[in-house]
């Protein structure tokens, strides 16, 4: 079992639409909860971090933890073109220490 | 927020050749930084951790003679593939996090793409 999973997708989703991104993990240690963003070619973009359990939002984007069913998500709202991309969760034991990433799931979405 | 550079952004050799690949944190000092391989269509694979001043950390099942990485000083990293072959061809990319903003996540650069002939 990964220690991260995530779906792969791909995920394709009307311009306008509340996005959903979901992983799941197994280590309980994990304390620090990422998304990124990375379009075709180029490296990742921090979209969004929080750490242990709880909500945090951002413009359109809504990052949510649930630390006792080891459970992350990611919510768009309003998307756009311009928010097709892969998105990767990733999570760490401590701040800054290196990084276990989700497989990425490819969204696009359709104008 | 800060910002990460990586050059080249793509490069081609030959087999059997050498290539450096340079990381710059350009807007904060580093003390840490992280290097990534990534396949198509796959996630991100750490292939070391670097810290300034002293000598990489390699994740297992990564050759720390083929890649060598050097950490000279706060703003800069190196990576390079010795004597590439064409299995080595693949997008590396380069991370850093600031100092003093504990989980706050790593700042990724642009990406290397490798291809060796």
């Known amino acids: 079992q990964k220690e991260v999973e995530q779906d792969p997708g791909p995920l394709s989703v009307p311009e306008g639409a509340i996005v959903s991104l979901n992983c799941t993990y197994s280590?309980?240690?994990?304390?620090?909860f990422m998304w990124y963003r990375q379009y075709s070619r180029k490296g990742p973009e921090l979209l969004m971090y929080?750490?242990?359990?709880g909500n945090k939002e951002d413009g359109r984007f809504t990052a949510q933890v649930d630390k006792s069913s080891k459970y992350i998500s990611l919510f768009i709202r309003d998307s756009q073109p311009s928010d097709s991309a892969t998105y990767l969760c990733a999570m760490s034991n401590f701040g800054n220490e290196k990084l276990t990433f989700g497989t990425g799931t490819r969204l696009t979405i359709i104008p | 927020g800060a910002v990460v550079s990586q050059h080249p952004s793509w490069v081609i050799c030959k087999s059997g050749t050498s290539v450096k690949i340079e990381c710059r944190s350009l807007d904060f000092q580093a003390t840490t930084m992280f290097w990534y391989r990534q396949f198509p269509k796959q996630s991100l694979m750490l292939m070391a951790t670097s810290n300034e001043g002293s000598k990489a950390t390699y994740e297992q099942g990564v050759e720390k003679d083929k890649f060598l990485i050097n950490h000279a000083s706060l703003t800069l990293s190196t990576l390079t593939v010795t004597s590439a072959h064409p299995e080595d061809s693949s997008f590396y990319i380069c991370s850093a996090s600031e100092p003093g903003t504990p989980g706050a996540g790593q700042y990724f650069g642009p990406g290397t793409r490798l291809t060796v002939t």
């Open positions: 280590n309980s240690a994990f304390q620090y």
């Open positions: 929080t750490y242990s359990s």
